[in-house]
T-cell receptor, first 107, second 113 residues
Framework: QQPVQSPQAVILREGEDAVINCSSS?????VHWYRQKHGEAPVFLMI?????EQKGHDKISASFNEKKQQSSLYLTASQLSYSGTYFC????????FGTGTRLQVFP | NAGVMQNPRHLVRRRGQEARLRCSPM?????VYWYRQLPEEGLKFMVY????????ESGMPKERFSAEFPKEGPSILRIQQVVRGDSAAYFC???????????FGPGTRLTVT
């Protein structure tokens, strides 16, 4: 029932790009994306509603394929501040968070 | 506009004691969610409440755990007779309506000795 994220971990140098995938076994109303830094609370990044829309937030964007029940988060030209664990949240009748992807960006 | 507030930030309890965790949602938010996070793990849904109502408690253990969100005052997550396995970070989040983005509080780190 928990959405599966891939990859589990990513290591990048500043300026490199990354893609994080989220796959659900249940039909989704929407997908949420959050970032959590170690010892801190998760921070909301964006929400994608049905309709296959793509959203952007600075150099972070995401897509949602409702037919495949999948979402992808795209991080371009990564910055040191992007480091953290990224969680997708699958909104079925409640928000179930994915398995998480740990991203580390080095100078 | 103050964010989601949780207190205490750290709580130490001995086995068998009770733990009370408080959450004040953002102004204008009437939907509150509680999550538990074990070290190096993800967020596990526990319970979803609206003012005076429990909407979904499917993620909450049936024994020892209870939650409320009264008409006045903060939401409270109560754990009775705590055991070592209850040690975790407990986050609450709030949203203006169901399905909207959720804003998280700083969490309460519960340690059971």
């Amino acid at each position: 029932q928990q959405p599966v994220q891939s990859p589990q971990a990513v290591i990048l140098r500043e300026g490199e790009d990354a893609v994080i995938n989220c796959s659900s076994s249940k039909a989704l109303y929407s997908v949420h994306w959050y970032r959590q830094k170690h010892g801190e609370a998760p921070v909301f990044l964006m929400i994608l509603l049905k309709g296959g829309e793509q959203k952007g937030h600075d150099k972070i964007s995401a897509s949602f394929n409702e037919k495949k029940q999948q979402s992808s988060l795209y991080l371009t030209a990564s910055q040191l501040s992007y480091s953290g664990t990224y969680f997708c949240g699958a909104d079925t009748d409640k928000l179930i968070f994915g398995t998480g992807t740990r991203l580390q960006v080095f100078p | 506009n103050a964010g989601v507030m949780q207190n205490p930030r750290h709580l130490v309890r001995r086995r068998g004691q009770e733990a009370r965790l408080r959450c004040s949602p953002m102004k204008g938010h009437s939907h509150v969610y509680w999550y538990r996070q074990l070290p190096e793990e993800g967020l596990k849904f526990m319970v979803y409440l609206q003012k005076e109502n429990i909407i979904d408690e499917s993620g909450m253990p049936k024994e020892r755990f209870s939650a409320e969100f009264p008409k006045e005052g903060p939401s409270i997550l109560r754990i009775q007779q705590v055991v070592r396995g209850d040690s975790a970070a407990y986050f609450c989040a709030s949203s203006p309506n169901r399905g909207y983005e959720q804003y998280f509080g700083p969490g309460t780190r519960l340690t059971v000795t």
